[in-house]
C-alpha cells in the first residue's frame, strides 16, 4: 500500500513554470505517473518515470516543457513544467504502479489530485 500527496499547483501567466511535488509514503519503489484532468474531459497522461529513474516517457504534448524527477531518499517524485499554456489547465495526480515499466498502464494508487490554472 501506498499513498500519495500532491502539492505546487497554483495560478501562473503563460509562459510561466511550476513545480509539482508527490510525495509517497509506505513502499515507494513504484514506478510513477502524472496525470492531468481538465474540465469537461477525460482524464489524460502527462508523463511517468521508472522506479529508479533510469526510464521517463512524456505525452507529445508536454515534451519539451515538462520534466519528470525522483528523489527516492526523499520518496518525492517532480514534474517541472515550464513555458506552461491555458491548455495545461486541470487538475494534475500523480500514481504508483508496480511490475514491469509501462508508463501508460495500469496504476494502482493515486493521489488526490493538485489544481494547476494557467491565465492568459
Known amino acids: 500500500q501506498v499513498q500519495l500527496l500532491e502539492s505546487g499547483g497554483g495560478l501562473v501567466q503563460a509562459g510561466g513554470s511550476l513545480r509539482l511535488s508527490c510525495a509517497a509514503s509506505?513502499?515507494?519503489?513504484?514506478?510513477m505517473g502524472w496525470f492531468r484532468q481538465a474540465p469537461g474531459k477525460e482524464r489524460e497522461f502527462v508523463s511517468a518515470?521508472?522506479?529508479?529513474?533510469?526510464?521517463?516517457y512524456y505525452a507529445d504534448s508536454v515534451k519539451g516543457r515538462f520534466t519528470i524527477s525522483r528523489d527516492n531518499a526523499k520518496n518525492t517524485v517532480y514534474l517541472q513544467m515550464n513555458s506552461l499554456k491555458p491548455e495545461d489547465t486541470a487538475v494534475y495526480y500523480c500514481?504508483?504502479?508496480?511490475?514491469?515499466?509501462?508508463?501508460?498502464?495500469?496504476?494502482?494508487?493515486w493521489g488526490q489530485g493538485t489544481q494547476v490554472t494557467v491565465s492568459l
Open positions: 518515470i521508472s522506479w529508479n529513474g533510469g526510464s521517463t
Open positions: 509506505g513502499r515507494t519503489y513504484y514506478h
Open positions: 500514481a504508483a504502479r508496480s511490475g514491469i515499466w509501462l508508463p501508460m498502464g495500469r496504476y494502482e494508487y
